[in-house]
């Protein structure tokens, strides 16, 4: 896969903005580096955990009625993990230390989001089917019994006994 150099260049930007910043990761959705400027930490692992943190984010969003999720914040003790939607398909993640001023890390992160979004707009002129969104809340997850994970033949020995 050939990475936009703009993307690139917007990454390295970044970096030079933030300078408590550890690594950036551009990634799909569905979990997929686009690009990355991470040297000490692994870009593909980043990516598939930002794709599922983004998605239970999404459900926390819609289950409290409050909209379109844009940004979502993880505090840990060494520092901050903050992940930025960057148009419907695509997300900014940034790994930055605990003496970083997450007001600047917003700013800079928020600004870089808009001009990848125009880039990968550049890119991908065709605009990509949409996945139906289902009318109302989302539905709850399943639940799974102690008498459900027993096959059939063991429920009725069960039952019998």
């Given at each position: ?5 703009a ?25 997929l ?42 505090e ?5 993990i ?38 990968l ?13 289902q ?8 639940r ?18």
């Amino acid at each position: 896969m050939t990475v936009d150099p703009a993307v690139l260049q917007e990454l390295d930007r970044l970096r030079g903005r933030l300078q408590e910043l550890s690594g950036s990761v551009l990634a799909t959705t569905d979990g997929l580096v686009v690009a990355h400027d991470a040297h000490d930490i692994e870009p593909d692992s980043i990516a598939a955990l930002a794709a599922a943190h983004l998605a239970l984010a999404r459900r926390f969003a819609h289950a409290v009625n409050h909209g379109e999720l844009r940004e979502s914040v993880v505090e840990c003790d060494r520092g901050y993990i903050t992940s930025y939607t960057a148009g419907p398909n695509a997300l900014l993640t940034l790994v930055t230390s605990g003496d970083a001023n997450l007001a600047m890390v917003h700013l800079e992160a928020r600004r870089c989001v808009r001009r990848l979004v125009r880039i990968l707009k550049l890119e991908n002129p065709r605009p990509r089917p949409e996945i139906p969104q289902q009318a109302g809340p989302p539905s709850p997850l399943a639940r799974r019994t102690p008498m459900a994970t027993l096959s059939t033949n063991a429920r009725r020995r069960q039952a019998a006994g």
